[in-house]
């Protein structure tokens, strides 16, 4: 069964600052790949979403993330990180292969940004 | 739009209950999912739904029944509740496989 893996779970980091954060998941052929951000006591909302196409992909919030087939990886990046990025991030995948649509998502990094 | 509405917000429940969390979605969407979220875990999925009488369960479908008889509503039923459903529950919609999920505001759900 497919599966992500978020190996940071908290990543703390200084205002202005670069910040990447990792995804990986199980090998597929063909998959569909997104990431979520959860700020307190809110649902998820999207960030950005590879189908197809670019490799490199813009999101909102000056966010981006590059897919890397060969290392099955999704890893976010932004080059300047604001007070207000402070939220839990999550990478979710769907495996186009299972013929279904289902969404699993990783265990999420939380992303703390110093003053 | 409302978008996609949970009910209740907050419920605590005693061993043994049980009790149906309410989801809604006013966008026609046909696919519509529950999660549940818990500390360093992230969302599990428990059931979804690609349209209206079908279902299938997701990863941790253990203690949990649901019902489509309608696009706009996916109801989550708790039988015999247990300390381990202590949770918060999400329920989310896409219009097509592969659309971004919209989420509603989740349900904090306690057993005790």
């Known amino acids: 069964a497919q599966s992500v893996t978020q190996l940071d779970s908290q990543v703390p980091v200084f205002e202005e600052a670069p910040v990447e954060l990792r995804c990986n998941y199980s090998?597929?052929?063909?998959?569909?790949l997104f990431w979520y951000v959860q700020y307190p006591n809110q649902g998820l909302q999207l960030l950005l979403k590879y189908l197809s196409g670019s490799t490199l992909v813009k999101g909102i919030n000056g966010f981006e993330a590059e897919f890397n087939k060969s290392q099955t990886s999704f890893h976010l990046r932004k080059p300047s990180v604001h007070i207000s990025d402070t939220a839990e991030y999550f990478c979710?995948?769907?495996?186009?292969?299972?013929?279904?649509?289902?969404?699993?998502f990783g265990t999420g990094t939380r992303l703390k940004v110093l003053a | 739009n409302a978008g996609v509405t949970q009910t209740p917000k907050f419920r605590i429940l005693k061993i043994g209950q049980s009790m149906t969390l309410q989801c809604t979605q006013d966008?026609?969407?046909?696919?519509m999912y529950w999660y549940r979220q818990d500390p360093g875990m992230g969302l599990k999925l428990i059931y979804y739904?690609?349209?209206?009488?079908?279902?299938d369960k997701g990863e941790v479908p253990n203690g949990y029944n649901v019902s489509r008889s309608t696009t706009e509503d996916f109801p989550l039923r708790l039988e015999l509740a247990a300390p381990s459903q202590t949770s918060v529950y999400f329920c989310a919609s896409s219009g097509q496989g592969g659309e971004k999920l919209f989420f509603g505001s989740g349900t904090q759900l306690s057993v005790l």
């Open positions: 090998s597929s052929v063909s998959v569909y």
């Open positions: 966008m026609n969407h046909n696919y």
């Open positions: 979710a995948v769907i495996d186009l292969t299972s013929g279904t649509y289902k969404y699993i």
């Open positions: 739904s690609v349209g209206a009488g079908i279902t």
